[in-house]
């Protein structure tokens, strides 16, 4: 980032994340944490279809092509999908954090296009917890994993109880996520959207 604003600079008491015991081990596939999400979710036929796998320490890598119905100007990714997928990859660290967190705040640099058919290949990290603040960094390539920078951001996200949910979302929709009979796809399902 150029410039990162003071909401999402760690004060000096802010602590190094800690990987819990029981998250997916590095080169797991985490899926989808809500069947209908856009990001990662495979019931929605124009979403992103976003993979991330667990990395080492508290750090994800993730995936997703750019089709025709993530443009913006003719030939290229729209940068709210480009931000939506850093949001997404940012918001999968939670699941290795074991906490229910939501984005509090997202600034993005879009450094160059992004063209329609590429593989945006996206690596994020927490660098810093306080309290229930979760203090995270992602980055989007072009061309590989080691390839040009295309975009980047910086991150805050909030720890929440499930309450959060319940409380703000669609009745019918909370009901199906809570009734579902898999435990993991169940607590998955309250870990990303704000």
Not at 66 to 76: C, E, F, I, R, Y
Not at 150 to 161: G, H, M, N, P, T
Request: hydrophobic share 40%; proline share 9%; glycine share 12%.
């Amino acid at each position: 980032m150029t410039a990162t604003s003071p909401a999402l600079t760690p004060p000096p008491s802010a602590i190094p994340p800690v990987r819990h015991p029981d998250a997916p081990a590095p080169g797991e596939l985490l899926g989808s944490h809500y069947e209908h999400c856009f990001g990662c979710g495979g019931g929605q036929s124009h979403g992103l279809h976003l993979e991330a796998r667990a990395g080492e320490g508290v750090t994800v890598t993730a995936e997703f092509t750019v089709t025709p119905d993530h443009q913006g100007a003719p030939g290229l990714a729209h940068g709210g999908v480009l931000a939506t997928a850093l949001d997404e990859t940012i918001g999968s660290l939670n699941w290795l954090l074991r906490v229910i967190a939501v984005t509090g705040r997202l600034e993005t640099d879009f450094a160059r296009p992004v063209p329609v058919g590429t593989v945006l290949h996206l690596e994020a990290e927490v660098t810093a917890v306080h309290g229930r603040k979760i203090f995270s960094t992602a980055v989007g390539r072009i061309g590989g994993p080691d390839g040009p920078v295309a975009v980047r951001a910086d991150a805050l996200f909030i720890e929440v109880k499930v309450d959060h949910f319940i409380d703000n979302g669609r009745p019918e929709e909370i009901q199906a996520a809570m009734s579902d009979p898999d435990q993991v796809r169940r607590a998955r399902a309250f870990e990303v959207n704000p």
